[in-house]
């Protein structure tokens, strides 16, 4: 198929409404929607074809009010790392929507997956959580193109986690996503509008 200035509009389109979002709206998302955020990371590329990662959807309301309570420690100590003005700056900053998103996803790198059989990552082991970050970045362009936001909860300690969730001993921790309806829309990053870090240019050289 070839593709056309139809094509790359709506993808740039996508690309600059994808934005890490943070304050949502409480409705379900329907379940149709999700099948096909599922059905977009399966098209995800993958290190050998390995597919390593594993989507934990959380319902149960305990395991979320853990995730949460982990976050705030996190946060709490993250904070701790800020002096004047930029801590004050920090704790003002809504850094998760864990509260009121209705999809919370759990995604787990597989560590030592049989699928694949090993090609592509005997000397780059790290393929494999590369491969699970591009399936994340699949779901959110697939998201945006559903008028569902993603934010990506980097601020935990995920050791604790996988004593919650009970998962494998080879499994990491790759994101911990919050996914629901946006409480607005937004074509520029939430740190930039807070005067936190606008965008710096691709490092690119030619050698």
């Not at 008028?147 to 994101?175: C, E, H, Q, R, Y």
């Not at 990053?189 to 490092?203: V, Y």
């Amino acid at each position: 198929m070839q593709m056309g200035q139809t094509h790359r509009d709506a993808l740039a389109d996508l690309l600059v409404w994808r934005r890490d979002v943070r304050h949502f709206r409480t409705e379900a998302i329907d379940g149709a929607v999700l099948g096909r955020l599922r059905a977009a990371m399966d098209r995800a590329p993958a290190v050998g074809n390995a597919r390593p990662w594993r989507v934990m959807q959380v319902e149960d309301a305990a395991k979320r009010a853990a995730v949460t309570a982990n976050f705030e420690a996190a946060n709490a100590r993250a904070a701790d790392i800020y002096e004047g003005e930029a801590a004050q700056k920090y704790r003002s900053l809504k850094l998760a929507g864990l509260h009121d998103a209705p999809v919370h996803l759990a995604v787990w790198t597989d560590t030592a997956p049989a699928e694949g059989a090993g090609l592509g990552r005997q000397t780059m082991p790290e393929m494999l959580a590369y491969s699970t970050v591009a399936a994340i970045h699949t779901l959110w362009l697939a998201a945006r193109a559903e008028n569902i936001g993603v934010g990506w909860v980097s601020i935990l300690d995920p050791a604790p986690l996988k004593d919650l969730f009970g998962v494998p001993a080879t499994w990491d921790l790759t994101a911990y996503l919050c996914v629901g309806h946006a409480a607005e829309d937004a074509d520029t990053p939430l740190l930039h509008r807070a005067g936190w870090q606008d965008n710096t240019a691709t490092h690119w050289d030619v050698v």
